[in-house]
């Protein structure tokens, strides 16, 4: 019933805005029950996967998914999230001790990172930033896709909050359709980086189908309930509650 209970949260979360996918849940399992960090990454990816399969059908119906943008993202975030996952798994097979510091340091790092560049975006009034539109850039957003690519195949952080901002930030599309699009970005680079991490023994299959019971309609009652919700005020609340996590997440690990 727990982990039922902490999927249909964070399925809400992600179905919502999608965020959450790896930045509540690898702190969330490692905080709440006690699943090592080695183990966290991966079943964190695949719950994100499985449930971004139902919220990615709901966005593109409605028509809420820039195809374009999410194909030069995926051109560069897949071999990135190749990469990410066997340096996770390389490190953990042959340093185990410096991993189990270096990696929760980067999860921090991440969560801590991610917070701020989405506050920062939320507040700014930088012309340059507002005016400036990616899309007429089609050569930096696969290198965009790679670094994400990399750090959610390393730490399962980001993917969601960092694409999310930037393309926020650096897109004038609407925020309903940057969420479809990030989901559904989201839910190809959680593919490939968890099924890399499943073949190298990283899941609990167990923790995970448990967290999919009450995920998979969390997901699709906040897909559902995105349009009618207040995003900013709604993503500084969470931004904040996430920050909070992090610090927990420092205490429990050091």
Known sequence: MELALTGLILGLIIGATGMGGGMLTTPALTLLMGVPVATAVGTSLLFSAVTKIF???????????CVRLTTLLALGSIPGAFAGSSAFHYMFKYYPDIASRV???VI????????????YRMFTKNEKIINFDIRNKPAVIPVIGFVVGLDIGFTSVGAGVIVASILLALCPISPSRI?????????ILSVFAGGVHFSLGGVDTGILLG???????????GAYLSPYLPQKPFRFA????????AVLFAYKVF
């Open 238 to 245: 969470l931004n904040s509650v996430v920050l909070v996590f």
């Open 103 to 105: 990696i929760p340091s």
């Open 108 to 119: 921090l790092a991440m969560i801590v990172a991610s917070c701020c560049f989405s506050y």
């Open 55 to 65: 919220v990615s059908a709901v966005y593109i119906r409605r028509g809420l998914v």
């Open 179 to 187: 969420i479809g699009t990030d989901i559904v970005h989201g839910f």
């Open 211 to 221: 967290l999919l019971q009450g995920g998979i309609i969390g997901v699709l009652i």
